[in-house]
């Protein structure tokens, strides 16, 4: 049996290079996992193929393709889908879109994966080697992460990515927040791999640099306190995602440096407090943030943060207000993103019943076009003012007063900004998805 597993990509990903001439993609750890599930006993081989970092053509010699789908790659997903199984292939389509529309999606599948796949992965592919390929499988209850396998990293070529030293300690957030997929998609309980089954994936990689993608990893503080403790004879220097609550627990800071933690993406997401309480993530305080950055910094650690324009409460001036924070806080890399109402999410249901969503056309689902209609603006607002500042917050002046307030001085803090001043000033070259601003009138593909 031979399988193929691939990841198609999005808008951002038709363009590879830039500035330094490579792709600046980690790899993917969730095309390695599928892989390391696959049973042995049905003595399968098995290639994967991330599009974001390599092309590849039809036709694909396969007895099966797996599919993982995001929403801003839905459309690519869906085109590939029905290309292969017009051949005869059989496909499989698994992700967070299809967690979230698995009936959508099962137009397009002769099978379909919801939630974590851990369990339910293994066992598909055994009914699929007997002939009993169910329609569907869901995620159960008891899903556990002991004893699982480590991914498969060996299949990837490494020559494609930034780094393959990418590692998962958690899966899932305690929070709610009313944009984030991860509690209609897999709940709010945060899922949680043996420690020692980190460590030990840490140790097998040997990298001295490593990124962690956990959405939010102090969801649980006690896991992550024994986390950091168990790294620091690993000295490794690491990157990952946090809350804004780790600024209230100070002995935990203390460990996340000493474990190796040189970077955090932090989600300060908006510097309006009614913005924050609206989409239930009041936790944020934004009169915390400068102490907050201040406290990372002082600990060595860089701060990319996060911040989305469009919520109901922001107005034209929280552009420019937003990007005035960034430098005078000394953000290390600020990222910009566009109010986006993933399918299944509180927002999207919201904004559907306000009569406001002005396409599901799911590739402008990528957090970077003006999908539906804001409150206090226009779309061209949002879209214009979201560009301009983009180009205001990595402006050759921005940057110097940045890196300036920033005490942690990073071999990679230039080079990083010169890449995002590279994105920032060519975000339409980037995202040029078949979409116009000015659509209030004339909304496209609602009834799709």
């Not at 967070?96 to 293994?122: K, R, S």
């Not at 899932?172 to 020692?196: I, N, Q």
């Not at 690993?234 to 946090?242: A, H, K, T």
Request: with cysteine.
């Amino acid at each position: 049996m031979k399988i193929v597993l691939l990841s198609p990509k999005g808008p951002l990903y038709r363009h590879r290079g830039g500035i330094f001439g490579r792709n600046l993609r980690y790899a993917p750890l969730t095309l390695t996992t599928l892989a390391a599930l696959i049973p042995e006993e049905l003595g399968a081989t098995v290639e994967i193929h991330d599009e974001s970092a390599e092309d590849f053509h039809f036709p694909i010699a396969a007895d099966l393709v797996g599919i993982t789908v995001i929403t801003g790659t839905a459309r690519r997903a869906y085109e590939i889908a029905d290309r292969l199984r017009a051949a005869g292939t059989p496909v499989v389509l698994g992700g967070p879109h299809v967690t979230l529309v698995p009936d959508e999606a099962a137009q397009h599948a002769d099978a379909v994966v919801t939630g974590y796949a851990e369990q339910t992965w293994p066992a598909l592919l055994r009914d699929f080697a007997a002939g009993r390929m169910a329609p569907r499988y869901v995620q159960g209850p008891d899903l556990s992460f002991e004893g699982v396998p480590y991914p498969r990293r060996d299949l990837l070529d490494a020559r494609r990515f930034l780094t393959t030293a990418v590692f998962e300690a958690t899966r899932s957030c305690a929070h709610d927040c009313e944009f984030c997929v991860a509690p209609t998609a897999w709940g709010r309980k945060p899922y949680l791999k043996p420690v020692e089954y980190v460590v030990e994936d840490i140790r097998r990689h040997g990298a001295r640099r490593i990124l962690f993608v956990d959405l939010n990893l102090i969801s649980d503080r006690n896991h992550a306190r024994q986390l950091f403790e168990a790294m620091i004879p690993l000295g490794v220097r690491w990157f990952g995602l946090s809350t804004t609550l780790i600024a209230h627990d100070p002995p935990l800071l203390d460990l996340m440096a000493r474990s190796g933690c040189n970077g955090l993406l932090l989600g300060f997401e908006s510097m309006l407090p009614g913005t924050l309480r609206e989409t239930r993530k009041g936790f944020n305080d934004p009169a915390t943030y400068l102490r907050l950055v201040s406290d990372l910094h002082d600990h060595g650690i860089t701060v990319m943060g996060c911040f989305v324009f469009g919520l109901d409460h922001d107005t034209p001036a929280v552009f420019r207000k937003t990007v005035e924070f960034a430098v005078d806080a000394g953000i290390d890399l600020p990222r910009f993103a566009i109010a986006t109402p993933f399918p299944g999410t509180p927002l999207f249901r919201r904004l559907e019943a306000e009569g406001r969503l002005l396409t599901r056309d799911w590739e402008l689902y990528d957090a970077q076009h003006v999908v539906f209609r804001p409150a206090q603006m226009s779309v061209e607002d949002l879209q214009q003012g979201h560009e301009r500042a983009w180009r205001s917050a990595y402006s050759w002046r921005s940057i110097a007063r940045r890196l300036l307030r920033s005490r942690t001085h990073t071999a990679t803090a230039i080079p990083a900004n010169l890449g995002y001043r590279f994105y920032a000033h060519r975000l339409h070259q980037f995202y040029n998805c078949d979409w116009f601003i000015g659509q209030e009138a004339a909304p496209r593909e609602l009834a799709a």
